[in-house]
């Protein structure tokens, strides 16, 4: 049964829900009052579309189907999951949550995006406290996996676990915060951030660009990966964390930090800020930094993702929960992907050796659909190439959405020909591969033919695909 | 004439900073008085002879000579860099410069890694306080490119400019911090947020690993790539950055943190935190949390590098000043580079895929030696690939040093066939690849005769490689 979210106010933030409900497959109803709201929520789209995709390496499912609303009653009415996304003033909140407890499905799971306020003062004078929560997202919602969700003593256990499957349906990490405060966690460290930047530029030490270089290029890329912790216990070496303390605990009664004051935030202030900011990105665009920004992070999270690390765990999780079971058709469909940007030249068309990298992936597939499986490796054999040849019939850019079709060409004891074709979406072929492997016994190194079981699938497909 | 730095102190930092300098062919003079240092030293060597060659396409010129010594004096003598990492008290940072003035060169760079004096405390009673600045680096120095690079008004332009030149020589980013303060820049935040996070653990709102994950999950992702401004610039939309100040500023004094107080650390709150600290990471060593850290930035910067952006930018135009000149030797050098760790499958092997990648670049390294340049192609000229053959004759692994050499079978006006061994460093052939190009016009994308000086070049080549 296609599942059904509320999205309640549609700016950046519930745009990036939105997209990764309606992406991952769901049906989505919105709300928003404002007339633009249709033209902002697509321009998110438009990013999403581009990026969310390429984090796998297989399809996502189907997308849902979009449905503009012209009320919260229509919007919430059936739905499993609604997010709000509105401003962040109380009394605002406390009049929406009125009107979606008014109409929607009691076991539903109400998630707000609050960035500052408890749990316990969003269900001030709610008809179901237990329904309600805080599920806060980080922008690009549509790539980022950080969910902090908040719940009060008052939400129901059993709506905080469904949370935590959905979202975690949804390729999302819920992180449980068992204490509700003010912020919650992470917006505590950007606050802090925020203010020592702020008195680093009002002091005149450092310019909005210097301050980014000085993250981008140092601590930043420790905290993508691995955060603050396991980098501290790193430097303590192994004497551990409680040595790292005492090396560096006296350092934070030292006058490095003006946090005890918050700047004032005057005119002058403001635009100096505005102005360095300018001078550091004016000659970009806000949609121009937007795709920047999405691209370094897909490039990132992959790069994660191929080490099987940090956010890049979670996203090979999610992705063992899309691979379509393989049909048996004629011939097989061994890959179904998008062509990630991580995957191109400087012009834009894959790389060339993103073709055989394609292919090779064809082959694994098809390899554990025959039986070749991981279990088959670890019982020490295997199938190795010897030979490919690929023809390279049409250029292929990011974004394009591409399947492989393999047939057996030769199914001979310890000699396998597999013959592979990429097409596009419209069938076109793009490129083709003949692949030459030979069964090896992993042991002795030497080649053999395959196990019984894998020999008679094999010789099944051969015939199969014989035409 | 090969340069030659002296690094005093050999710890984390001091072994981080000579394998820079040792890995881009500076000979290179230690003093430690730890009769540790050597092991030590080796340690760090290890880590960053596996990880720092990955980060570019092409290899790092031959390593410098590394020679221990038994005194500040003979280790400073000759050298156009001296780099003090001794521990974090200044009256130990002064003796130890006066030993380094008493001995060093007047035109050297004397560089501290100090994470918090100003320079000016550094010169206090220096015989030639404009030798003396801040070079400020971040663990692992081996692969993170910034250096905050902080004179005083008694250092010398001079010095600076070349400390300067000499940094972004080794791959580094020199900041120039233009106004000393306590700590300089990035470890104002990190402070900021240490504190908050000891804050976050005392009160028991998360654990170490909660916060890690807080971290590393959202906001992290964003800071690796465009630090704090730039991504609060996109989220203040196309209204700017004043316009997102005015929306966000005043959070800023409402409650949402604690940095007002320091926690006292005390032996309850130290145990705390290593006990929550072993629960996330006592799995593992620190010597396999490093290799873990090392592996995912590299991946991380080889993502930014093929983004062309942040931190991936610097390496790209570091990568530039790596290239040596291609030989014409018969048959010709196409490629020369380590595999990086972004290149395997989970076994540790070359991913298939990448062997084409590998023949691809040798293509392109041979299209510009015979004039085939980018200029060429911006001019409506260009070589395609139809046709590769790629055999597969041995294993290839993560770090192991690859070349290419490259023949032409073939040059017969628009049609090209190269000829490509991929060879180790014993000169064991691990693939060979066979390519068959057309010479293409970009506009009206039909095959043609390439340009004259290029066919000239090409056919010399033919008939050279024709044995």
Redesign the interface.
Known sequence: MTKCVAIIGGG?IGGGWLARFLLNGWDVKVYDPDPEAERKIDEVLVNARHALPMLYDHALPPEGQLQFCSSVQEAVQGASWIQESVPERLEIKHAVFAEIQAHCRADAVIGSSTS?FKPSELQEGAARPEQIMVTHP??PVYL???I?LVPSAATSRTHVEIAKETLTSLGL?P?H???E???H??????????????W?IK????T????????????????????????????G??A???HF??QF?P???????K??D?PE?TDEL??L??A???A??GDK??RE??R??D???I??????K??????GA?INAHETKLRAPHTDGVPMQTVNRSIP??WTD?NGHM??????????DAADAFMIEIGADSDYIAGGNSF?????????LNETLAGQQVKVLTKVLMSDGKKVKLFHEMKDEADHILASCEQFMLHVNLTTRKSCPPLAHVQTRMDALALAHSD
């Open positions: 950046v500052g980080f922008n980022l996996p950080l902090e990490f992180l915060v068992r204490k405060i003010d912020a966690i992470a917006d505590r460290f950007l606050e802090a951030v925020w203010r020592e930047g702020l680093l002091d005149g030490i450092a909005t660009e210097e301050i980014d270089n000085a993250i981008r290029y140092g601590f930043g890329l420790r905290w993508a990966q691995m955060g603050l912790f396991e980098t501290y216990r790193i430097a070496g192994e551990g964390m409680a303390i005492a605990g350092c934070l009664s030292w006058p490095w930090t946090l005890m918050v935030l403001t635009e800020i505005a360095q900011s300018d550091q990105s665009s806000i930094l937007e920047l920004r691209n370094n992070l490039a990132m999270l992959r790069a994660l191929q080490q099987g690390s940090a956010a979670l940007v991580d400087y790389n060339e050796g993103r073709y055989g990298q394609i292919f090779s190795f190439t010897v030979e490919t040849t690929i023809k390279y």
